[in-house]
């Protein structure tokens, strides 16, 4: 008997959708509308590609850097996966996360770094895009000497940058996304759903195609025991 269930891990988009720094927004709105009068509803959408849940390709941060053509289909499906709890005592996540993770056996296996901070409950106040967490640049030269095979680093938090300090933020988009061998980051991920007593077995996500893109909108589904 298959006992497996699935769970979004990626949040639905609407208009009041968040965005780093409180500086774009998601707009859906009806070209026609049958509730008018019109035959059939239509829809368009306004948006950056950089809000929601979103992976960032190198392109974004690197004039050569890679996007959605450069990576297969296989390159997305995540058989071990990594999930942290950790909740930040400061803006910036450095040390103390290394610290955790070097207590982690078998660093060879995993493919993919999940970590919750517990911000994804405040999603729908100021506080999660103006003081929202971010990552040390330190963190991807780690990954990558630790944990050799981790393609990608997903979290609750907006961005990998900390809005209360950018200058560190564009030098850790850099210092993942380096196209010789990038670390493709995976923000503001929904994860009220999982804890640490979650067991994976698989997760999945599923970008949206556009090509020569920096940023690609994610539907995310974690298949879990």
């Known amino acids: 008997m298959n006992l497996s269930k699935f769970v979004y891990l990626s949040h639905i988009l609407d208009n009041n959708t968040p965005s780093y720094g409180n500086k774009n927004k998601f707009i859906s709105s009806k070209k026609s509308d049958i509730s008018k009068g019109d035959i059939a509803n239509d829809t368009t959408i306004e948006t950056t590609v950089h809000i929601g849940t979103h992976i960032d390709m190198p392109y974004h941060f690197f004039e050569y850097g890679q996007t959605i053509e450069n990576f297969d289909c296989g390159y997305f499906n995540f058989e071990n996966v990594l999930f942290i709890e950790f909740v930040p005592k400061e803006l910036v996540i450095g040390a103390k996360l290394i610290e955790q993770l070097d207590k982690i056996k078998d660093k060879n296996i995993y493919e993919i770094l999940i970590v919750k ?4 409950y405040k999603r729908d106040t100021q506080e999660f895009w103006e003081l929202n967490y971010g990552f040390d640049p330190s963190i991807a030269e780690y990954l990558r000497n630790s944990f050799p095979n981790i393609r990608v680093i997903g979290f609750d ?11 560190i933020g564009r ?7 380096n196209p010789k061998n990038p670390i493709l980051l995976l923000e503001d991920m929904d994860l009220k759903q999982i804890d640490i007593n979650t067991k994976f077995k698989r997760v ?8 020569n893109c ?11 025991e």
């Open 117 to 120: 901070t517990g911000i994804c």
């Open 157 to 167: 938090s907006i961005s990998v940058s900390s809005f209360q300090n950018r200058m």
């Open 171 to 177: 030098e850790a988009h850099k210092a993942f996304l």
């Open 204 to 211: 999945i996500i599923a970008p949206l195609r556009i090509s």
């Open 214 to 224: 920096d940023g690609l909108p994610c539907t995310i589904i974690g298949e879990i």
